[in-house]
């Protein structure tokens, strides 16, 4: 993730720059933010309270926190903590979407009318570009969104590559030639 740190009434230094970069870094191990997200930063300076607004706009959301405390060090670490929480909420927010549908789909189906067969016809056409990520990465990614298989460009390889989840609980993986 890049970050970049603007000061209003504060002066931002190279250690303040490396402790906000730090500690936003720790973020990239939940695969929501990807490497080329850009974080913005603002820290500002009042008499008597210090204030950092963060924002990351993200493929999935825009997270946003905006903390005032007494130090530098409180407003970073509180902003931090906000992020994971909002991270943590926008994962089980997928995840639900995804459960919803599914079940919606089952319902739909029990629907049909068991007397008629209805043709199978495309309902939905989706293309996508394939990200080059590793195969742990693919998996954290498919975890995340709550799909049953994800699509991706195998960092190795560099060939489109699919992994999937199989029935009996482990993974699968499906590499083109």
């Known amino acids: 993730m890049k970050v970049r ?4 009434n504060v002066k931002v230094t190279p250690g303040l720059t490396e ?3 730090k500690k936003l870094n720790v973020l990239t191990k939940y695969y929501l933010i990807d490497e080329n997200d850009v974080a913005s930063v603002l820290v500002r300076e009042y008499p008597h309270r210090k204030k950092i607004e963060v924002t990351i706009p993200t493929k999935y959301s825009t997270l946003r926190t905006e903390v005032q405390a007494e130090t530098l060090n409180e ?6 903590d906000k992020l994971e ?7 089980t927010r997928l995840q639900r979407r995804n459960k919803m549908s599914l079940g919606k789909a089952f319902v739909d189906l029990d629907m049909i009318d068991d007397g008629e067969e209805e043709p199978d016809e495309v ?3 989706k293309s996508i570009v394939p990200t080059e990520i590793s195969l742990d990465e693919a998996i954290m990614n498919m975890e995340l969104i709550g799909h049953d298989f994800y699509i991706y460009t195998d960092d190795e390889t560099h060939k489109i590559a699919v992994v999937y989840k199989r029935n009996d609980g482990g993974y699968g993986l499906i590499e083109t030639e």
């Open 5 to 8: 740190i603007v000061g209003k």
């Open 19 to 21: 402790k906000i970069t």
């Open 75 to 80: 407003a970073i670490d509180a902003s931090i």
């Open 85 to 91: 929480d909002q991270i943590r909420r926008t994962k």
């Open 123 to 125: 309902v939905k056409t």
